[in-house]
């Protein structure tokens, strides 16, 4: 795997025995891999205790030095420097993308670029991302990253869809 990008790393609690992590191989995609460890779910397609690479899914176009992080969408930096996100299914040998809940189509995701009122990420940004609730009982995500090199910036939106609004964060 490639060392200069970050790890993504996700579980379901502290009864899950699946756990996951997300990295970036050679060729900058990220391929997510899963580990059961639950003897008692072993069958020929589902081994456990060992790390088992998730065929169903991948994600090309990384940036060589991407941070990842995970709170309902998978978020990395794209090579391009757009922040993107996937909903992701996780189910060991069956992760792939989630569908849209809006739309039908195959990938329910997002993209933070200068097209849509954003901002590009300086290079190899560190990043975050995180679920909030709204005082309307709703709730929202909103993902962290650098614009400039020398700020945080926030990027919020519903957590099912619409347009990002941004922050700077007082530092």
């Not at 990220?30 to 779910?41: F, G, L, Q, R, V």
């Not at 990253?145 to 869809?161: H, I, K, L, P």
Request: charged share 15%; with cysteine; glycine share 8%.
């Amino acid at each position: 795997m490639n060392a200069h990008a970050g790890v993504g790393c996700f579980t379901w609690g502290d009864w899950a025995t699946v756990g996951y992590v997300a990295m970036v191989n050679y060729e900058n995609d990220i391929e997510i891999y899963w580990k059961d460890s639950n003897d008692t779910n072993a069958t020929p397609n589902h081994p456990t205790n060992e790390w088992v690479k998730a065929n169903n899914i991948t994600i090309p176009n990384v940036h060589p030095s991407t941070s990842m992080g995970y709170t309902d969408f998978l978020t990395y930096q794209a090579d391009d420097f757009t922040i993107r996100g996937y909903n992701i299914s996780w189910s060991a040998e069956n992760t792939t993308f989630a569908p849209d809940p809006t739309t039908g189509a195959s990938k329910h995701s997002f993209i933070i670029d200068d097209q849509q009122g954003g901002e590009f990420g300086v290079p190899g940004t560190h990043l975050s991302i995180t679920a909030l609730n709204d005082v309307s009982g709703g709730s929202r995500i909103a993902v962290f990253f650098q614009t400039e090199g020398d700020d945080v910036t926030q990027y919020s939106r519903d957590a099912t869809a619409g347009t990002f609004f941004s922050a700077k964060v007082p530092i």
